[in-house]
């Protein structure tokens, strides 16, 4: 039995800085890491086009200023080879590898009540034990792969976005059709459409998409790292953990038609995640919602030139911004290529896969050499499920969660003693710049370890009371907005059979942040400490 004082599973953002950090401090930590590589996602998420919807300069660490001044990012968003090179520079920098554990997965969790520690089951045999666990699983790194009938009877080539081929996979010149349209199958369309012969893009529901104007930033990098500081805190301290202008909000219902749309202009032009700030009842009134919908929806029939195709990617069915919005480098415009098809499953469902490509119930075949499936993840607790996680008297997590994650502030779970979760459900996490989040998360964890050691305590879990206030205060604030109203993956909708739960905390990075530091400073006030 090879024992240490934490495991944390995954060898992401997370599970490196959680390495960084109680390594400094004197804790044995050993990170099982399931890809051969560091980088989490961006290890596993190949395929073309794959890029960041969070600025550069916001989406990296902020805990070493070395490190900050010293990378050159080359882009507005990076793509997934750049970010993936970050990662590896940074385990390297920091001698990181020396503790990780690859190609292994962590299989079966179980709690020892006698001994007090968690026994890790993991598939390369070694027995491990800790006396703390630090899920760094991510939030979107279990695949939703739906069972298309006749799959297996396809004569050409499968690829899945999620688990591209490392060694590529060259489409030029072939027949191609992609399955989705989220972040993911967006990327893929855009990068992919110039240079493959055919593409047939099959949408079940149209995304709302906003402009990247990705470029080089070298006077963008320059600025920020002269203040860097000062920019952390404006994230930290923001509803979405990246600096969004959010000081200069409004009630959109309360403002002039003409004042609206300049500053819709004003945000289109700048780009990215930010649009949807200048407004603070984007989400909360409905006509404010509308109004900002019908912008996007104008925008796209600018772009598109057949006015058939553009309806048929116009999003109508639920509010803007309750799913995460994608962010484009040309994807519109893909559609008024000659060689680019749209399919709405809507109008025309897929009845199954033939040995020559897809079929639809009404009968048509659409003849491909290669299906690219951009389905999606399952979502936020997919990867803690994905384990089979034993807490006190053998209770599984995956039972306590069947009706919907609960857990006390996205960080431990009732029941599950010493078991700690980087950006979990009822958390902020996929609602915010995940480095901001994953930060917060691993300094909290951190000084709940050296809190626990520095006065001989070896046991925390989170109290059921607490818990369920946690859960409540969760859903009450989700229902006070209209993001519950999308079949969205924040909401499990993607997965067949998943309970329909709302699941990330939508009050904010900055207002949780305060939360959280305060219940620390109280001694953890809704934690049992032994």
């Not at 899920?135 to 396809?154: M, N």
Request: hydrophobic share 40%.
């Amino acid at each position: 039995m090879v024992e240490h004082d934490v495991l944390v599973i995954g060898a992401g953002f997370a599970g490196l800085y959680q390495l960084h950090r109680l390594r400094a401090l004197g804790f044995d930590t050993c990170v099982v890491e399931a890809g051969a590589d560091v980088g989490g996602t961006w290890y596993w998420n190949r395929y073309p086009g794959a890029r960041c919807d969070i600025e550069s300069v916001e989406y990296s660490y902020s805990f070493d200023a070395d490190l900050e001044q010293e990378w050159d990012w080359s882009e507005r968003y990076a793509a997934q080879p750049e970010i993936l090179a970050y990662v590896r520079h940074v385990a390297d920098r920091f001698d990181l590898r020396r503790d990780i554990v690859f190609n292994t997965r962590v299989e079966d969790l179980r709690w020892s009540e006698g001994e007090q520690r968690w026994c890790v089951t993991c598939s390369d045999g070694v027995a491990r034990s800790a006396r703390y666990v630090v899920a760094a699983t991510g939030c979107l790194s279990v695949p939703s792969r739906p069972d298309f009938e006749g799959l297996d009877d396809f004569a050409g080539e499968v690829l899945w976005t999620s688990s591209w081929p490392h060694e590529g996979a060259d489409l030029t010149g072939k027949r191609v059709a992609v399955i989705g349209t989220g972040s993911s199958g967006l990327q893929t369309i855009t990068a992919i459409a110039p240079r493959v012969a055919s593409l047939t893009v099959f949408q079940r529901t149209p995304s709302y998409a906003v402009p990247a104007h990705n470029g080089p930033i070298a006077d963008r990098l320059a600025e920020a790292r002269a203040h860097y500081p000062e920019r952390r805190e404006v994230s930290r301290a923001s509803s979405k953990g990246f600096d969004c202008d959010e000081e200069q909000q409004v009630l959109l219902v309360e403002t002039a038609q003409a004042d609206v749309v300049r500053e819709l202009d004003r945000r289109w032009d700048v780009g990215g995640l930010c649009f949807g700030s200048g407004f603070s009842d984007l989400l909360k009134d409905a006509d404010a919602n509308a109004a900002v919908a019908e912008y996007v929806r104008a925008r796209i029939r600018e772009k598109v030139k057949d006015p058939e195709v553009a309806e048929r990617l116009t999003p109508r069915t639920y509010p803007i911004a309750s799913k995460r919005m994608c962010v484009d480098t040309g994807y519109f415009e893909v559609f008024n290529q000659d060689n680019v098809t749209l399919v709405d499953l809507g109008e025309h469902p897929v009845e199954r896969m033939t040995e020559h490509g897809i079929r639809t119930r009404d009968g048509v075949t659409y003849d491909v050499d290669v299906i690219v499936m951009a389905t999606g993840f399952d979502a936020m607790t997919g990867a803690l499920n994905a384990i089979d996680i034993r807490g006190v008297d053998g209770l599984a997590l995956r039972d306590k969660w069947a009706h919907g994650p609960r857990t006390y502030l996205g960080l431990m779970s009732a029941g599950f003693p010493n078991l700690f979760t980087v950006t979990g459900p009822q958390s902020p996490s996929v609602l915010s710049n995940m480095m901001t989040s994953i930060e917060h998360h691993v300094d909290w964890i951190t000084r709940a370890l050296t809190h626990l050691r520095e006065r001989d305590l070896h046991r925390m879990e989170a109290d059921p009371e607490a818990e369920d206030n946690w859960v409540n205060t969760t859903n009450d604030l989700a229902d006070l907005t209209l993001m519950p109203q999308a079949a969205s993956w924040y909401m499990g909708a993607n997965i067949p059979g998943k309970q329909r739960v709302f699941m990330p905390f939508i009050g904010g990075v900055g207002l949780y942040r305060d939360l959280t530091n305060g219940i620390a400073v109280s001694h953890y006030h809704g934690f049992e400490l032994s």
